[in-house]
Nanobody
Framework: QVQLVESGGRLVQAGGSLRLSCAAS????????MGWFRQVPGKEREFVAV????????YYADSVKGRFTISRDNAKRTVYLQMNSLKPEDTAVYYC??????????????????WGQGTQVTVSS
């Protein structure tokens, strides 16, 4: 099993930066692809970014490409989401998730086995 705890969300002004962290426990973290998703009330959970187990491959939603960077430190069992040039439309609860069933990466939430509790990011205009 994998337990995930996100942190780093807060209120920030448009154009600012934040770094979210997701601390994992459990033996399968280092072999799992890790994704970040976000959700606003009344909408479906949206894919943001994913990183392969080794960190060698990443993929981003078009809406964040060039502004967000996902990374991981398997020794620290932590995955990060660096968010730059934030916009009000980035406001959401951000979740990290683990996909234990792939050697690459996937973007659909249905494949992710474990989820954190979420951290709120609010971007003011």
């Amino acid at each position: 099993q994998v337990q995930l705890v996100e942190s780093g969300g807060r209120l920030v002004q448009a154009g600012g930066s934040l770094r979210l962290s997701c601390a994992a426990s459990g033996r399968t973290f280092s072999s799992s692809a890790m994704g970040w998703f976000r959700q606003v009330p009344g909408k479906e959970r949206e894919f943001v970014a994913v990183i392969s187990w080794s960190g060698g491959s990443t993929y981003y939603a078009d809406s964040v490409k060039g502004r967000f960077t996902i990374s991981r430190d398997n020794a620290k069992r932590t995955v990060y989401l660096q968010m730059n040039s934030l916009k009000p439309e980035d406001t959401a609860v951000y979740y990290c998730a683990a996909d234990t069933g792939t050697s690459g990466w996937r973007t659909s939430a249905q494949w992710y086995d474990y989820w954190g509790q979420g951290t709120q990011v609010t971007v003011s205009s």
